[in-house]
C-alpha cells in the first residue's frame, strides 16, 4: 500500500529552467494538495484540488501551475525556476475537508534552484 | 496574514517530563484543527485532532486542548520520550488544510 508517492525526491535545476513534479495516490482520496516547507515558515499552501478536473490556489501560488487530470495524479509545475523556490515541496491527499479528517503526505521533494 | 500560529519555534524537555506545545489561531470559523509530528527527511505524519464542539482529546500520551474563547490550543505529551523529538505542526482543517510554522521539540535524556 503505497499511500502518496512524490516523483522525484531531489533536483538540482538551473534558473529559468522547468519541471514537473509528479505526486500521486492510491486512496482514492479526493482532495489533493500541494506545499512547500522553508525554515522558519512551515507548510505553506501552495495550490489544491477538491476533485479531479478542478484547482484553486492557496497562500504561495505564483510561480507555479497545478493539473488534475486524472483523480490519482496531482502535478506541480514550475515554468521558469528561480532560487526562490529552492524548497522542499510535499504533496498530501485527503478524503474530504472537514470533521474527522486528516490529510497524508508524501516523502517529500527537495528542489534546489541554482 | 498568518492565520495559524506557533510562536515557539523550539522546545526543550527532559525525558519523562510533560511537552506543552501551543498554536493560536485567527478566525472563529475554524471548528477543526489536527497535529502532526515530522521527522527530518519524512512526510509530516498525523497525530491527534480535535473538534470545535470538544475542549480535549486524548489519544495514549497526547492530549490535545482546545480553548476556542481564546482562540488557542495545546498539545501534551506525557512522559516525553526520546522518540518524540521531532517537528510538531498545527494546523486547522477548513476549505483547506492551513499549518502553523512549526515547533521542534527535543527530548533529552
Known amino acids: 500500500n503505497a499511500g502518496v508517492t512524490q516523483t522525484p525526491k531531489f533536483r538540482v535545476l538551473k534558473t529559468g529552467q522547468s519541471m514537473t513534479l509528479l505526486c500521486a495516490q492510491d486512496?482514492?482520496?479526493?482532495?489533493m494538495y500541494w506545499y512547500r516547507q522553508d525554515p522558519g515558515m512551515g507548510l505553506r499552501l501552495i495550490h489544491y484540488s477538491v476533485g479531479e478536473g478542478t484547482t484553486a490556489k492557496g497562500e504561495v501560488p505564483d510561480g507555479y501551475n497545478v493539473s488534475r487530470l486524472k483523480k490519482q495524479n496531482f502535478l506541480l509545475g514550475l515554468e521558469s525556476a528561480a532560487p526562490s523556490q529552492t524548497s522542499v515541496y510535499f504533496c498530501?491527499?485527503?478524503?474530504?475537508?472537514?470533521?474527522?479528517?486528516?490529510?497524508?503526505f508524501g516523502q517529500g521533494t527537495r528542489l534546489t534552484v541554482v | 496574514d498568518q492565520q495559524v500560529k506557533q510562536n515557539s519555534p523550539s522546545l526543550s524537555v527532559q525525558e519523562g517530563r510533560i511537552s506543552i506545545l501551543n498554536c493560536d489561531y485567527t478566525?472563529?470559523?475554524?471548528?477543526?484543527f489536527l497535529w502532526y509530528k515530522k521527522y527530518p527527511a519524512e512526510g509530516p505524519t498525523f497525530l491527534i485532532s480535535i473538534s470545535s464542539i470538544k475542549d480535549k482529546n486524548e489519544d495514549g500520551r497526547f492530549t490535545v486542548f482546545l480553548n476556542k474563547s481564546a482562540k488557542h490550543l495545546s498539545l501534551h505529551i506525557v512522559p516525553s520520550q526520546p522518540g518524540d523529538s521531532a517537528v510538531y505542526f498545527c494546523?486547522?482543517?477548513?476549505?483547506?488544510?492551513?499549518f502553523g510554522t512549526g515547533t521542534r521539540l527535543q527530548v533529552f535524556p
Open positions: 498530501a491527499s485527503s478524503y474530504l475537508l472537514g470533521q474527522n479528517t486528516e490529510a497524508f
Open positions: 478566525n472563529s470559523m475554524f471548528d477543526y
Open positions: 494546523a486547522a482543517n477548513t476549505d483547506k488544510l492551513i
Open positions: 486512496m482514492n482520496h479526493e482532495y
